[in-house]
């Protein structure tokens, strides 16, 4: 795979103005708290935004296939129910589209409030809506619909959340500074357990099966409140602006993109393509799995999630800063590998249906991916020039997920249906891994630390 390199003759020259061309100890204290503040919004938002995507994702494990597809069977149902949680992602690579075109032509800053405000908007809709025992088939179809709206919401909101934070980076931070919006994935997903644990403890079977699934839906208006007014507060992201003095925004980034850079778009899916995967196993497969086919209880699984996503979140931080002292490829290369090998091995822990063995399947899991995830925003980052920056790493990162997490339940739940052995999913995941290390291990390492000012970056051949 090739990539566009920068170019210093032709790039503009650096300017004192932009933490990314500053040490650490350089940095004026206006500069910090500018930084504290990205990183703040950034984290806020991408949590927020993937507690909404998380809570379907347990809701679609737990209870809206007798809700909204019940007249398919139990088993129908719950294919159907995974199917509606996977097609969402489909339309992700639209929403990178869009989203990416307007970031590069208006700024990251608007893109981070226009996605958020519409994956809050189909969430809280979702939590209102009518069962299929009270308006039928429209039921799934606006369930569906709504679902669009979701992914189309994701594949916009990583991409400005990534950059805002790389592009505020010092140099030899960015892996570190990249590694906060990459938070959002699991704590998100320890915010959606906490609240189906809470429910699930204190409530019925019925009464939660009745009203209460809509909680945690409508709930999200307030996450999304707080989470506007953060990210109101944060500037607009300083390669941008250099863009904008440069006049460079009046290009055509969708067109050039898809014609220098499309081999880099590939590369960078099929990066993330195995750890999305392997995520969406510890998102939302892992709680119905537990239940359904291990006898366990709920609240059980419940709170191995929630331990693996607590650790999550430190391995991601933990993932992203290692890659500015050991370089990105190499902790890429590590991660899928310690990946590879878990991959099944991991099955026979869980199949053991006891809490501790289960939890420790899941916390060597969340261990490769931090090292796989949190370095990402930045990798990805200098793999793009900036005219194209956004576009390119909203509209890769999108299409990795729909290779990888967007259908790896449903497609989890079809090998144990038709195999009857779990280990052979860990087949599945460890092939896609393989794939993943492959593509990052193509990533030149003369990238790390390259310049992100807006250059004149030649085509990519």
Do not use: C
């Not at 069977?73 to 990178?96: D, E």
């Not at 949190?374 to 299409?399: C, D, H, K, T």
């Not at 790896?408 to 079809?414: K, Q, T, V």
């Not at 460890?430 to 310049?451: E, F, H, N, P, Y």
């Amino acid at each position: 795979m090739s990539h566009a390199t920068p170019s210093p003759a032709g790039g503009a020259a650096p300017s004192a103005a932009h933490p990314q061309n500053h040490t650490p100890e350089h940095r004026t204290p206006e500069q910090r708290r500018e930084e504290r503040k990205v990183l703040t919004g950034t984290m806020v938002g991408t949590t927020i935004e993937w507690y909404d995507f998380f809570i379907y994702a347990q809701a679609a494990a737990l209870i809206l296939g007798p809700l909204f597809f019940s007249p398919l069977g139990q088993t129908g149902a719950q294919i159907a129910s995974w199917a509606s949680l996977g097609i969402s992602f489909l339309v992700r690579p639209l929403g990178a589209i869009v989203a990416g075109h307007i970031g590069d032509r208006h700024g990251r800053k608007v893109v981070l409030v226009m996605t958020l405000v519409g994956m809050g908007v189909a969430t809280l809709l979702i939590g209102l809506l009518p069962t299929y025992s009270q308006i039928g088939v429209w039921a799934p179809i606006l369930l569906i619909l709504l679902r669009l709206v979701q992914g189309f919401s994701a594949g916009g909101e990583w991409g400005g959340a990534a950059l805002m934070s790389v592009e505020h980076a010092p140099r030899s931070g960015r892996g570190w500074f990249g590694s906060f919006p990459q938070i959002g994935v699991p704590a998100g997903m320890v915010l959606a357990s906490l609240m189906i644990f809470g429910l699930s403890t204190f409530m019925s079977e019925e009464a939660f099966l009745a009203w209460g699934w809509r909680i945690p839906f409508i709930a999200s208006v307030v996450l999304i409140i707080v989470g506007h007014l953060i990210r109101r507060s944060v500037q607009e992201s300083p390669v941008y602006e250099e863009m904008q003095d440069l006049k460079r925004a009046a290009s055509a980034p969708l067109s050039e993109l898809f014609r220098h850079h499309w081999r880099t778009v590939l590369q960078a899916a099929l990066i993330f393509a195995g750890n999305n995967a392997a995520g969406y196993l510890v998102i939302a497969y892992f709680t119905k799995y537990g239940v359904s086919e291990l006898g366990m209880e709920r609240t059980h699984t419940l709170v191995a999630s929630l331990v693996g996503g607590v650790a999550w979140i430190a391995f991601t931080v933990w993932g992203g800063w290692i890659t500015d002292r050991i370089g990105r490829v190499l902790t890429f290369q590590i991660g899928y590998v310690g990946l590879i090998l878990w991959a099944v091995p991991m099955w026979f822990l869980l199949n053991t249906a006891a809490l501790p063995l289960y939890i420790l399947a899941i916390l060597v899991l969340v261990l490769t991916l931090g090292w796989t995830q949190g370095g990402l925003p930045a990798l990805f980052a200098e793999m793009f020039p900036a005219q194209v920056r956004l576009s390119g790493l909203s509209i890769g990162y999108a299409l990795g997920s729909v290779l990888g997490g967007a259908f790896a339940p449903m497609f989890a739940d079809l090998i144990l249906a038709r195999t009857g052995s779990a280990w052979l999913i860990g087949v599945y995941i460890g092939a896609l891994a393989v794939v993943s290390l492959i593509a990052v291990s193509m990533v030149s390492r003369s990238l790390q630390g390259r310049d992100l000012q807006a250059e004149r970056a030649p085509a990519a051949a």
